[in-house]
Each structure stands twice: as C-alpha cells, then as structure tokens.
C-alpha cells in the first residue's frame, strides 16, 4: 500500500503535464498566431524540452526513489508551465486581458523554464544514475549549481 501512494505524485505530474500541453496547444490555436509564430515564442522549445524531460523523468521516478526522476519531472513541468503562460498571454494580449494579467503570465512564461533548464537538470546530471553525489567532493559543484540557478531566476 504504502508502494501505490508513493507513486501518486508521478501520475499527478504526467497528468498536468498533459494538461498543460493541452492548454497551450489549445491557447495556440485560439489565438490564431501562425506556425512560425509559435517557434518564435520559445511555446514549441519549451513544450517539447517540456514533455522530453517529463517522458524520462516519470518512468525513473515511477519505479524507484531515484531523486534523478523527481528532478527531471519538476524540470519538464517548469518548462511547461512557461510554454502555457506564453500562450495564455498572447491570448490575452490579443483579448485586451487587464495589463496585472499579463504581467503574471510573463512572469510565468519567463521564470519556471529556469528553474528547469538552469538548476533541476544540471542537478538530475550531476546526481545521474542513483540519485547522490559520486563523492562527497563534489557537493561544491551541487551548490554552485544551486547558486547560479537561483541566481539566473533572480
């Protein structure tokens, strides 16, 4: 019993996911902006980096306690959720949404892709395959990493 709990936070992580890539595809298309346009606005980069990182990560972290797995899918949903706000804001740019609105989406569209690319992966690299430090050595580069991912976010 305590096996099927601990695998709840995948399912729900896959299932945002999916939505989440539902929402921006769906966010995409209302707003009417071309093919080009959506590459231009990293939506496609961070929708497929996204869905990359969370297709790897889930089944790690689904069949063991590898924190490599947990990584990697808070990095694909950080890069979701950036892809999502994008197109929400184009969205509403496009809808004259309230500019308080559209400020929040940018800071969503600009922030969690971040986290994702510049401290959850390179921490999900540096603790590949079992999850820990190849030595204890090496916890300078961990919060070095730490420092420059927070820093990049600031």
């Known amino acids: 019993m305590t096996d099927h709990w601990s695998r709840w936070p995948v399912v729900v992580s896959v299932a945002s996911g999916t939505l989440l890539t539902g929402v921006t595809l769906g966010f995409g298309l209302a707003t009417g902006i071309g093919w080009q346009q959506f590459v231009e606005s990293y939506s496609l980069t961070n929708m497929v980096i996204g869905l990359a990182f969370l297709a790897s990560g889930a ?90 991912g927070g820093f990049q976010a600031v």
């Open 59 to 148: 089944p790690v972290a689904w069949l063991s306690r590898n924190l490599v797995g947990a990584l990697l899918v808070a990095a694909g949903l950080c890069h979701l959720i950036s892809a999502t706000a994008t197109m929400m804001a184009v969205f509403g740019l496009n809808a004259d949404w309230p500019t308080s609105a559209i400020r929040a989406l940018s800071t969503f569209s600009n922030g969690p892709w971040q986290f994702g690319i510049g401290l959850l992966f390179p921490l999900a690299l540096l603790l590949f395959p079992d999850g820990h430090l190849p030595s204890r050595k090496w916890a300078w580069v961990a919060w070095l990493i730490v420092i420059s």
